[in-house]
């Protein structure tokens, strides 16, 4: 279970909007940049949060030279 005090302090490093033919934003995609390694918990726990409250339709995290489509 994702630790959900946590939720607010996790924001991405970017935030891609993709926009439909007729202007609507419909795809929110966030990136996140991890510049050190972090245990795999961690970094789960992180994008449990982001599913549980965010309203983002994905996450692509990067570490160290790994990708982490989600």
Do not use: H
Request: charged share 30%.
């Amino acid at each position: 279970m994702p630790d959900l005090d946590k939720a607010e302090a996790v924001k991405p490093d970017v935030v891609v909007l993709l926009p439909e033919g007729d202007g609507n934003v419909t795809t929110t995609i966030a990136f996140e940049f991890e510049r050190s390694s972090k245990a795999k918990d961690r970094l789960f726990n992180k994008l449990k949060i982001y599913a549980s409250n965010s309203r983002l339709d994905g996450v692509m995290l990067l570490q160290r030279g790994k990708l982490f489509p989600t």
